[in-house]
């Protein structure tokens, strides 16, 4: 298997990912709701009396995966930390999760009907092998197959940082903030802040994704401006408010103006229907 920064395996290693969008970060909740918008929203129709055939690459402890098995769909499950693979069984039973690294998938061509790919991205610091990534993820596709790619906006942290956590002032928090904004590298682990990882523009997001094969690419802000939020949690518990966060989200998330302004990013696209990159479906 291709090399994890040790970083983020630590990190992972941690084990509380599992709690992180069912509120052990403070805008999870809104993350995972609108994560969820998103992709039922571009799921493909499933064959009749049939179901589709998810590949959750990166999947962590298997909210998502749960979630689609849930909805009787076919869902095997990737992810380098064995701790993941575990928790994502315990959560539901049906999800077939097998270690791996989405640089290189030991799975068929054209075998899924969805890929999933809300993780890797963001810990691949490299553009190769990002890259990579995207790559494997079309050619386990069928063609017309879709891919769900999250990426973490470029001033995610340094959002977060200022208004949310009230940490900029701190010098070694500014300085990773820094560099973030002007490289996109997140040394996160220098400074005891999530850990490693790759922050996009959006531009760049789509541009990868593109250059990777897929047609119709549509980039969107998940959370909205809402994950800046100081109170997010006591919110979330207040039905108005919460549809408050969710509106505002689902206002400005195609406006190109405000994806820069976003959390996360999730790019929708598709695998051609033909190799040679025609009309996908
Ligand atoms: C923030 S978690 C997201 C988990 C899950 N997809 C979700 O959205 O809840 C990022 C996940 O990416 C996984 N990951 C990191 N690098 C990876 C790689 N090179 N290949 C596959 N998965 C990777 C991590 O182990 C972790 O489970």
């Keep these: 298997m291709a090399e994890l920064d040790p970083h983020v395996r630590t990190y992972y290693e941690r084990g509380t990912e599992v709690e992180r969008l069912e509120g052990g970060a403070a805008a999870g909740p809104l993350e995972l709701e609108r994560t969820k918008e998103l992709i039922l929203r571009d799921l493909p129709d499933a064959p009749p009396g049939g179901r589709l055939r998810i590949l959750d690459i990166g999947g962590g402890p298997g909210v998502y995966a749960a979630w689609l098995a849930g909805l009787g769909h076919e869902v095997r499950l990737i992810d380098p930390v064995p701790l993941h693979l575990e928790q994502a069984v315990a959560a539901d039973g049906r999800i077939d999760a097998t270690p791996g690294d989405a640089r290189h998938l030991d799975v068929p061509d054209g075998s899924v009907d969805v890929v999933l790919l809300l993780g890797p991205l963001y810990h691949l610091v490299e553009a190769d092998d990002r890259r990579d990534a995207l790559a494997e993820a079309r050619r386990v596709l069928r063609p017309g197959g879709r891919v769900f790619a999250a990426a973490i906006s470029r001033y995610a942290a340094l959002l977060d940082l200022l208004v949310r956590l009230d940490r900029l002032h701190e010098p070694e928090v500014m300085a990773v903030a820094r ?15 999530f850990t490693n990882a790759y922050f996009h523009r959006p531009s760049e997001l789509r541009a990868e994704v593109e250059a990777a094969g897929y047609v119709g690419a549509a980039v969107y802000n998940i959370e909205g401006p809402g994950f800046v939020v100081p109170d997010l949690p006591e919110r979330w518990e207040d039905p108005a408010r919460r549809q408050a966060l969710l509106e505002a989200a689902r206002l400005v998330e195609s406006d190109p103006e405000m994806l820069a302004a976003a959390s996360h990013l999730l790019a929708v696209a598709r695998r051609p229907n033909d190799p040679s990159g025609g009309a996908a479906r």
């Design 179 to 193: 560099e973030a904004a002007r490289s996109g590298r997140f040394a996160g682990a220098r400074a005891g802040l």
